[in-house]
T-cell receptor, first 116, second 116 residues
Protein backbone atom coordinates (compact mmCIF):
# COMPACT_ATOMS: atom_id res chain seq x y z
CA UNK A 1 0.00 0.00 0.00
CA UNK A 2 1.11 3.51 -0.71
CA UNK A 3 1.93 5.85 2.15
CA UNK A 4 3.51 9.22 2.69
CA UNK A 5 5.60 10.47 5.61
CA UNK A 6 6.30 14.10 6.33
CA UNK A 7 9.43 14.05 8.42
CA UNK A 8 8.85 17.28 10.32
CA UNK A 9 5.63 18.29 12.02
CA UNK A 10 6.89 21.86 12.54
CA UNK A 11 9.47 23.93 10.69
CA UNK A 12 10.45 27.44 11.69
CA UNK A 13 12.50 29.76 9.48
CA UNK A 14 13.41 33.42 9.33
CA UNK A 15 12.01 35.57 6.58
CA UNK A 16 14.36 35.57 3.59
CA UNK A 17 15.99 32.22 4.43
CA UNK A 18 15.47 28.96 2.51
CA UNK A 19 12.61 26.60 3.22
CA UNK A 20 12.88 22.80 3.16
CA UNK A 21 9.87 20.61 3.93
CA UNK A 22 10.65 16.92 3.73
CA UNK A 23 8.45 14.17 2.36
CA UNK A 24 9.11 10.48 1.80
CA UNK A 25 6.71 8.15 0.09
CA UNK A 26 6.21 4.46 -0.21
CA UNK A 27 4.82 3.13 -3.47
CA UNK A 28 4.93 -0.11 -5.40
CA UNK A 29 4.43 1.67 -8.70
CA UNK A 30 5.09 5.10 -10.20
CA UNK A 31 2.88 7.43 -8.21
CA UNK A 32 1.67 10.96 -8.76
CA UNK A 33 2.79 13.28 -5.99
CA UNK A 34 1.45 16.64 -4.90
CA UNK A 35 2.09 19.37 -2.39
CA UNK A 36 -0.90 21.27 -1.04
CA UNK A 37 -0.90 24.32 1.23
CA UNK A 38 -3.54 25.25 3.78
CA UNK A 39 -3.55 28.74 5.24
CA UNK A 40 -5.30 29.22 8.59
CA UNK A 41 -9.06 28.64 8.34
CA UNK A 42 -8.80 28.19 4.59
CA UNK A 43 -9.19 25.36 2.13
CA UNK A 44 -6.36 23.48 0.46
CA UNK A 45 -4.58 24.92 -2.54
CA UNK A 46 -2.39 22.94 -4.92
CA UNK A 47 1.22 24.16 -4.90
CA UNK A 48 2.68 21.74 -7.42
CA UNK A 49 2.38 18.24 -8.82
CA UNK A 50 4.60 15.48 -10.19
CA UNK A 51 3.07 13.11 -12.74
CA UNK A 52 6.06 11.23 -14.22
CA UNK A 53 7.29 14.08 -16.41
CA UNK A 54 10.22 16.28 -15.31
CA UNK A 55 11.60 15.31 -11.91
CA UNK A 56 12.09 18.94 -10.85
CA UNK A 57 8.68 20.49 -10.55
CA UNK A 58 8.05 24.20 -10.22
CA UNK A 59 4.93 25.43 -8.49
CA UNK A 60 3.26 28.63 -7.47
CA UNK A 61 4.73 31.28 -5.16
CA UNK A 62 8.33 30.27 -5.87
CA UNK A 63 8.05 26.72 -4.51
CA UNK A 64 9.59 23.72 -6.21
CA UNK A 65 10.04 20.05 -5.44
CA UNK A 66 12.29 17.33 -6.77
CA UNK A 67 11.15 13.77 -7.28
CA UNK A 68 13.97 11.38 -6.35
CA UNK A 69 12.99 7.81 -7.02
CA UNK A 70 16.17 6.33 -5.54
CA UNK A 71 15.47 8.10 -2.26
CA UNK A 72 11.67 7.86 -2.50
CA UNK A 73 11.53 11.53 -1.63
CA UNK A 74 9.63 14.56 -2.83
CA UNK A 75 10.95 17.44 -0.73
CA UNK A 76 9.49 20.93 -1.07
CA UNK A 77 11.85 23.91 -1.22
CA UNK A 78 11.78 27.64 -1.62
CA UNK A 79 14.91 29.82 -1.82
CA UNK A 80 13.60 32.67 0.31
CA UNK A 81 10.71 32.48 2.77
CA UNK A 82 8.08 35.17 2.96
CA UNK A 83 5.83 35.91 5.91
CA UNK A 84 2.82 34.91 3.81
CA UNK A 85 4.25 31.37 3.44
CA UNK A 86 3.31 30.57 7.04
CA UNK A 87 0.78 27.75 6.69
CA UNK A 88 0.26 24.00 6.90
CA UNK A 89 1.77 21.99 4.04
CA UNK A 90 0.62 18.54 2.96
CA UNK A 91 2.50 16.02 0.84
CA UNK A 92 0.09 13.77 -1.06
CA UNK A 93 0.53 10.54 -3.02
CA UNK A 94 -1.91 8.71 -5.25
CA UNK A 95 -2.71 5.10 -4.54
CA UNK A 96 -4.64 2.67 -6.74
CA UNK A 97 -8.03 1.58 -5.64
CA UNK A 98 -10.28 -1.20 -6.83
CA UNK A 99 -11.84 -0.79 -10.26
CA UNK A 100 -8.85 1.07 -11.67
CA UNK A 101 -9.47 4.20 -9.62
CA UNK A 102 -7.01 6.32 -7.68
CA UNK A 103 -7.35 7.99 -4.35
CA UNK A 104 -5.19 10.57 -2.59
CA UNK A 105 -3.28 9.72 0.57
CA UNK A 106 -2.30 12.73 2.68
CA UNK A 107 0.74 13.08 4.89
CA UNK A 108 0.23 14.33 8.43
CA UNK A 109 1.23 17.86 7.48
CA UNK A 110 4.10 20.24 8.30
CA UNK A 111 3.38 23.55 9.93
CA UNK A 112 5.69 26.23 8.59
CA UNK A 113 6.29 29.26 10.78
CA UNK A 114 8.09 32.30 9.34
CA UNK A 115 9.41 34.90 11.73
CA UNK A 116 10.82 38.35 10.98
CA UNK B 1 -16.34 32.33 -9.49
CA UNK B 2 -15.73 29.76 -6.77
CA UNK B 3 -14.68 26.43 -8.29
CA UNK B 4 -15.75 24.21 -5.38
CA UNK B 5 -18.17 25.74 -2.92
CA UNK B 6 -19.60 24.20 0.19
CA UNK B 7 -22.16 25.45 2.67
CA UNK B 8 -22.36 26.21 5.46
CA UNK B 9 -18.87 27.34 6.43
CA UNK B 10 -19.59 26.88 10.13
CA UNK B 11 -22.08 24.53 11.75
CA UNK B 12 -22.68 24.24 15.49
CA UNK B 13 -25.25 21.70 16.59
CA UNK B 14 -26.24 19.49 19.49
CA UNK B 15 -25.59 15.79 19.84
CA UNK B 16 -28.26 13.65 18.28
CA UNK B 17 -29.25 16.16 15.63
CA UNK B 18 -29.24 15.50 11.87
CA UNK B 19 -27.44 17.95 9.60
CA UNK B 20 -26.41 18.34 5.98
CA UNK B 21 -23.49 19.96 4.23
CA UNK B 22 -23.84 20.90 0.59
CA UNK B 23 -21.15 20.96 -2.09
CA UNK B 24 -21.15 22.16 -5.67
CA UNK B 25 -18.39 22.32 -8.27
CA UNK B 26 -18.48 24.31 -11.50
CA UNK B 27 -15.34 22.80 -13.02
CA UNK B 28 -17.11 20.15 -15.07
CA UNK B 29 -15.28 17.42 -13.15
CA UNK B 30 -16.53 13.84 -13.07
CA UNK B 31 -15.30 12.97 -9.58
CA UNK B 32 -16.17 14.46 -6.21
CA UNK B 33 -14.98 13.66 -2.70
CA UNK B 34 -15.59 14.27 0.96
CA UNK B 35 -12.60 14.48 3.29
CA UNK B 36 -12.52 14.81 7.06
CA UNK B 37 -9.80 16.84 8.81
CA UNK B 38 -9.44 16.12 12.50
CA UNK B 39 -8.16 18.40 15.24
CA UNK B 40 -4.57 17.38 14.46
CA UNK B 41 -5.00 18.50 10.84
CA UNK B 42 -4.93 14.93 9.54
CA UNK B 43 -6.94 14.58 6.32
CA UNK B 44 -8.67 11.36 5.41
CA UNK B 45 -10.95 10.52 2.53
CA UNK B 46 -14.49 9.54 3.43
CA UNK B 47 -16.28 9.10 0.12
CA UNK B 48 -15.67 9.43 -3.58
CA UNK B 49 -18.26 9.64 -6.33
CA UNK B 50 -17.60 9.33 -10.03
CA UNK B 51 -20.41 10.51 -12.27
CA UNK B 52 -22.94 10.22 -9.44
CA UNK B 53 -21.86 6.70 -8.51
CA UNK B 54 -20.20 5.78 -5.21
CA UNK B 55 -16.61 4.66 -5.78
CA UNK B 56 -14.96 4.89 -2.38
CA UNK B 57 -16.50 4.43 1.05
CA UNK B 58 -13.74 4.40 3.62
CA UNK B 59 -15.48 2.50 6.42
CA UNK B 60 -17.38 5.57 7.44
CA UNK B 61 -20.25 4.97 9.90
CA UNK B 62 -23.56 4.59 8.14
CA UNK B 63 -24.79 7.69 9.98
CA UNK B 64 -22.98 9.50 7.17
CA UNK B 65 -24.84 9.33 3.88
CA UNK B 66 -23.55 11.10 0.79
CA UNK B 67 -25.94 11.99 -1.99
CA UNK B 68 -25.04 13.03 -5.52
CA UNK B 69 -28.08 14.31 -7.44
CA UNK B 70 -25.84 15.12 -10.42
CA UNK B 71 -22.13 15.10 -11.07
CA UNK B 72 -21.77 18.75 -10.03
CA UNK B 73 -23.17 18.19 -6.54
CA UNK B 74 -22.20 15.96 -3.65
CA UNK B 75 -24.00 16.55 -0.38
CA UNK B 76 -23.22 14.97 2.97
CA UNK B 77 -25.97 14.14 5.41
CA UNK B 78 -25.12 13.14 8.96
CA UNK B 79 -27.64 11.49 11.29
CA UNK B 80 -27.51 11.34 15.07
CA UNK B 81 -24.47 13.56 15.40
CA UNK B 82 -21.86 12.60 18.00
CA UNK B 83 -19.17 14.62 19.73
CA UNK B 84 -16.51 12.76 17.74
CA UNK B 85 -17.97 14.05 14.49
CA UNK B 86 -16.59 17.49 15.28
CA UNK B 87 -14.06 18.25 12.55
CA UNK B 88 -13.58 20.22 9.38
CA UNK B 89 -15.17 18.57 6.36
CA UNK B 90 -13.77 19.32 2.92
CA UNK B 91 -15.44 18.73 -0.39
CA UNK B 92 -13.19 18.30 -3.44
CA UNK B 93 -13.40 17.44 -7.11
CA UNK B 94 -11.06 16.16 -9.79
CA UNK B 95 -11.25 15.67 -13.53
CA UNK B 96 -10.98 11.92 -13.24
CA UNK B 97 -9.91 9.20 -10.89
CA UNK B 98 -8.38 6.59 -13.13
CA UNK B 99 -5.16 5.00 -12.03
CA UNK B 100 -2.25 6.50 -13.90
CA UNK B 101 -4.08 9.70 -14.72
CA UNK B 102 -3.79 13.12 -13.19
CA UNK B 103 -6.00 13.11 -10.13
CA UNK B 104 -5.24 16.61 -8.89
CA UNK B 105 -8.05 17.61 -6.57
CA UNK B 106 -9.60 21.04 -6.10
CA UNK B 107 -10.87 21.71 -2.59
CA UNK B 108 -13.65 23.77 -1.12
CA UNK B 109 -13.11 26.10 1.82
CA UNK B 110 -14.27 23.55 4.36
CA UNK B 111 -17.14 23.30 6.82
CA UNK B 112 -16.20 23.45 10.48
CA UNK B 113 -18.67 21.22 12.31
CA UNK B 114 -18.86 21.51 16.08
CA UNK B 115 -21.07 19.10 17.99
CA UNK B 116 -21.89 20.16 21.54
Amino acid sequence: AQSVTQLDSHVSVSEGTPVLLRCNYSSSYSPSLFWYVQHPNKGLQLLLKYTSAATLVKGINGFEAEFKKSETSFHLTKPSAHMSDAAEYFCVVTTPFSGGYNKLIFGAGTRLAVHP
Amino acid sequence: DTAVSQTPKYLVTQMGNDKSIKCEQNLGHDTMYWYKQDSKKFLKIMFSYNNKELIINETVPNRFSPKSPDKAHLNLHINSLELGDSAVYFCASSQDQWAGMNTEAFFGQGTRLTVV
